[in-house]
């Protein structure tokens, strides 16, 4: 069974630049995660999707950062425009049915670096 | 608020060893609790959760996690460390809500 596929895997640009990322979950998962990891820390959630609707995305700073899941399938994150504190791993993930009890499964990230 | 502490930056156990990476959280109701590790340049691996029943979980690559109520804590060991099992593991709870909440990670170092 595939993984989470996420692209691209590093990304270099310079502030107030614009960037993208896209995810492919785990085929049948109806439920996709978008997390961002800041070097020393644990995952924070940026935003949760069940099929393509938005069931959380309070921790999301929506001022710059936007994201889609128009199919219901894969996703794509944006950040316009970037800022320095942006520099971190974005990862996305995936679960069955996004119930508490479920598995979330991670892709390998993106690794951001703002300069 | 439901939260999980990782007390030790990092662990320090000699190959062949036992190891225990230490979790503990707090949540208002019953707790859904995971371990994930994560090598260099990857993204996170499920280890093993606890839901409900059994309190000792095992889980992927020989690891195995207890579940004390208590002392609200989801310690993870292995009998026996492999070099291999170097790596950052994460420990995250998740109470009655959808949010997985994730610990600041522990380094574990397994020396030859």
């Known amino acids: 069974e595939a993984g989470v596929a996420q692209s691209p895997r590093y990304k270099i640009i310079e502030k107030r630049q614009s960037v993208a990322f896209w995810c492919n979950p785990i085929?049948?998962?109806?439920?996709l995660y978008w997390y961002q990891q800041i070097l020393g820390q644990g995952p924070k959630l940026l935003i949760q999707?069940?099929?393509?609707?938005?069931?959380?995305d309070s921790q999301l700073p929506k001022d710059r950062f936007s994201a889609e899941r128009l199919k219901g399938v894969d996703s794509t994150l944006k950040i316009q425009p970037a800022k320095l504190e942006d520099s971190a791993v974005y990862l996305c993930a995936s679960s069955l049915a996004g119930v508490s009890t479920d598995t979330q499964y991670f892709g390998p990230g993106t690794r951001l670096t703002v300069l | 608020a439901q939260s999980v502490a990782q007390p030790e930056d990092q662990v320090n156990v000699a190959e062949g060893n036992p190891l225990t990476v230490k979790c503990t959280y707090s949540v208002s109701g019953n707790p859904y609790l995971f371990w994930y590790v994560q090598y260099p340049n990857r993204g996170l691996q499920f280890l093993l959760k606890?839901?409900?029943?059994?309190?000792l979980v095992k889980g992927s690559y020989g690891f195995e996690a207890e579940f004390n109520k208590s002392q609200t804590s989801f310690h993870l060991k292995k009998p026996s460390a492999l070099v291999s099992d170097s790596a950052l593991y994460f420990c995250?709870?998740?109470?009655?809500?959808?949010?997985?909440?994730f610990g600041t990670g522990t380094r574990l170092q397994v020396f030859p």
């Open positions: 999707f069940q099929n393509n609707g938005v069931v959380d």
């Open positions: 995250a709870v998740r109470d009655g809500s959808d949010k997985l909440i």
């Open positions: 606890y839901i409900t029943g059994d309190n």
């Open positions: 085929s049948g998962h109806a439920t």
